[in-house]
């Protein structure tokens, strides 16, 4: 360990959210990602059309052991309970350990203990909502928001008159990402679902990581119904081209979006409606809160205090 600001730290994590780790990676760090043969979720590595940068490097399960890190970074609470202890060797597990939380608690909505019970490791919340609900005990907390990055040159044209939504798996996923409210609106609202095994909600299909904010330009709004998570980084990279949000006033959305000035949230689902179908009414409006959207997204959610936030994490824990 050095206490030399520009040093560049070998980082060990692993593939659990593709593009959240892709802008993960935009920090000046070397990144291990432990591999599996047939790259199974959780040791995916760098497959896919992600563009990922040459400080990114595969690791095989069986290398590990035997590697110098800085800083093991854990994202799932199966790497936590299972790779840290058979994974690691002794030495690796008196390393610096950072621990990001992606989700807000899914057992009890305010007394759950997070798994992570340790005053010598740092706990991550990508949202403050996500702090706020977990129990985290005597471990050590921080909130390093979303920051994102989305194709050069593209931007909100909001031409189509229907919403989308952008969500994996919500016919599997159910109440909590809000399929009831989906089925609702798009009673009342035309909308397009987009995402993993959309078509069996009567979606699209998934569209692919990098065209997937060009493929949504054209859209009048973005529609967010889930009821229960952390902040969608579709939510952030809608925002970041000019997209107008609208939601559910629920988790940290609901300190995201103004009323108004780059969207509309509530909980009345009814007066949502009533909202998108103003929206396309009147694709002025919607202009006008798509900018009001970017600008939030500009100021809160750059890559660049993504990145600093990260570096400066990243050099506290390894100092």
């Known amino acids: 360990m050095s206490n030399n600001p520009s040093r560049r730290l070998r980082v060990l994590t692993w593939h659990v959210h593709g593009n959240y780790l892709y802008y993960l990676t935009q920090a000046h760090h070397d990144f291990y990602l432990v591999t599996k043969s047939g790259h199974p979720p959780g040791y995916a590595g760098t497959v896919g ?186 939510v952030v990279e809608a925002m970041m081209i000019g997209m107008p949000i609208v939601g559910l006033a629920t988790t940290e959305l609901a300190t995201v979006i103004r009323n108004g000035e780059s969207g509309y949230i509530g909980t009345d689902v009814s007066a949502l409606i009533h909202a998108m179908q103003r929206l396309l009414r009147d694709p002025d409006e919607a202009r006008g809160l798509g900018n009001g959207a970017r600008k939030v997204a500009m100021d809160r959610f750059h890559i660049d205090r993504f990145v600093r936030d990260w570096n400066e994490t990243l050099r506290q824990v390894s100092s």
């Not at 899914?106 to 609900?133: G, I, P, S, Y």
């Not at 609202?189 to 997937?212: F, H, T, Y």
């Open 49 to 234: 059309v992600l563009p990922w940068g040459n400080n990114v490097h595969e690791l095989p399960v069986d290398k590990v052991a035997s590697q110098e890190f800085d800083v093991i970074l854990f994202q799932h609470k199966a790497q936590w309970d299972d790779d840290r202890l058979n994974l690691l060797s002794e030495t690796q597990r008196r390393l610096p350990r950072v621990y990001i939380e992606h989700d807000p608690p899914q057992e009890n909505a305010f007394e759950q203990r997070h798994w992570v019970d340790d005053a010598n490791t740092l706990l991550v919340h990508v949202t403050h909502f996500n702090q706020l609900m977990w129990d985290c005990g005597t471990t050590p907390t921080r909130v390093i928001e979303h920051g994102v990055i989305v194709p050069e040159g593209v931007r909100y044209t909001g031409e189509k008159a229907r919403g989308i939504v952008v969500i994996n798996h919500l016919r599997q996923r159910g109440r909590r990402l809000g399929d009831d409210v989906y089925a609702n609106v798009k009673a009342h609202v035309p909308l397009d679902l987009v995402g993993m095994d959309a078509k069996s909600a009567g979606g699209i299909g998934e569209i692919g990581n990098l065209d997937l904010a060009a493929f949504s330009a054209s859209y009048r709004f973005f529609f967010n119904p889930i009821r229960w998570t952390s902040l969608g980084l579709a």
